[in-house]
């Protein structure tokens, strides 16, 4: 049976592992190896140009991190993957390489507050024009497309929001104009989401966030059709953003339990969403899982589950969440997310700490806004830990509130 048959949870764990054992092991192992060597000069040489399996110098491959990019790639059910030593890593790669100076690059005002800093300072710098459209309005979306692009850049739920944007509706709009649409598919992993099969070009993974699932590595992976990937595999190699062995070997363990950590932290956070809906503080809580979402019936379409993370703003703003994260008894907060435990944080100090306060507002921010991570807790102690919190808020609080 072809482990591409199967499952999401049989795959996570089974893919991409069994050309990369060795000594009879059952697992892959570390190769801290600089450089791969031969003594038949005539192998080394069909290695070196390509024509034969293998490895030459650790910045191409390793056979730890080719392991790891086998199974994001069969995750996603595409043709290449690729990896990179960050998220960020993939997404400047992978924008470097598909865009030239002259070019034009359409895409939304909320990507990953890294993606938006690639987008407003430096590829302005390269001459590349960037048209970056109000997050959810499709139409102006298309219209810019229409006006002719090279590149599509999503991010689908987005940070810290969670905005959706309709995949299959955007591609088929890049189609028309002949531009490759990228997708980054961190928040919502394979396990809830598959852009390639919605119409995608290249998916983009911060591999440090749900992939890895244990906040102990950072990694970044392409996924996509060969010939793209090839090229964005070439641009890495030389510019150097390499993943490095360890990192593979951690995300690739925490691969392995992708859809039972998915599965679980879908669970957690629709429950903690319709749980703050229910808490007089609570000014909004968005979460694309819940019908009042702007989002809900997109994300129904395009996702099978709704994702781990969601957000929410309170009354009283930032002195409210002053008191009330650090009550939290079952959370770190912390800027990362996606990991097993769950992780708060102001999206002012966080995803969006690059910004003024006005830029927040312009960009549906609030000062009193949080995000949270869901992990794989025991649901009643996630809400009992937030119901305690909001109890020992002190009474300034709750009452001018
Ligand atoms: C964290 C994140 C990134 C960047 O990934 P790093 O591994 O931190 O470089 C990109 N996109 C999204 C949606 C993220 O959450």
Not at 365 to 381: F, K, M, Q, T
Request: hydrophobic share 40%; proline share 4%; with cysteine.
């Amino acid at each position: 049976m072809n482990v591409k048959e199967t499952g999401m949870s049989t795959r996570a764990l089974w893919a991409g592992e069994k050309e990369y054992l060795a000594f009879g092991a059952t697992q892959v192992p570390v190769v801290h190896s600089v450089s791969f060597g031969y003594d038949d000069m005539d192998e080394w040489y069909q290695v070196a140009i390509g024509k034969k399996e293998g490895h030459i110098y650790g910045r191409n491959t390793n056979p730890t991190v080719r392991a790891f990019e086998e199974k994001i790639r069969i995750l996603e059910n595409a043709e290449a993957s690729t990896s990179f030593s960050t998220g960020m890593a993939a997404i400047s790669n992978t924008l470097g390489t598909l865009l030239q100076p002259g070019e034009r690059v359409v895409s939304i005002k909320d990507t990953y507050g890294g993606t938006n800093k690639i987008f407003t300072e430096f590829l302005p710098k390269q001459h590349i024009e960037v048209v970056l459209c109000e997050t959810g309005n499709h139409d102006e979306m298309e219209k810019e497309i229409e006006k002719g692009c090279s590149v599509v850049y999503l991010e689908t739920p987005t940070n810290p929001t969670v905005k959706i944007t309709d995949i299959k509706r955007i591609t088929r709009a890049a189609k028309r104009a002949g531009a490759i649409t990228v997708v980054d598919n961190t928040f919502a992993t394979p396990v809830n989401q598959q852009p390639l099969s919605l119409g995608a070009d290249l998916v983009i993974h911060s591999a440090t966030k749900f992939l890895g699932g244990h906040a102990d590595a950072l990694g970044g992976a392409v996924c996509g059709a060969k010939h793209l990937v090839e090229d964005i595999y070439h641009y890495r190699e030389i510019n150097g953003a390499t993943l490095d062995p360890m990192a593979a070997y951690l995300l690739l363990r925490g691969m392995k339990t992708l859809s039972l950590r998915i599965d679980r932290q879908n669970e957690n956070a629709l429950a903690v969403a319709s749980f703050l809906k229910t808490i007089d503080l609570v000014e909004d809580v968005y979460y694309p899982g819940l019908a009042s979402h702007p989002g809900h019936d997109i994300a129904k379409k395009q996702m099978s589950g709704f994702g781990g993370m969601l957000s929410f703003s309170v009354k009283g703003g930032v002195e409210t969440v002053r008191h009330l994260l650090p009550n939290l008894a079952f959370a770190n907060r912390a800027a990362n997310l996606g990991s097993v435990e769950t992780v708060v944080g102001p999206s002012r100090t966080t995803s969006h700490v690059e910004c003024t306060p006005e830029e927040r507002a312009a960009m549906g921010i609030p000062e009193g806004l949080v995000r949270y991570s869901a992990g794989i807790e025991d649901i009643d102690d996630l809400i009992n830990d937030l119901k305690h919190a909001f109890y020992m808020l002190p009474n300034h609080i709750k009452s001018t509130n």
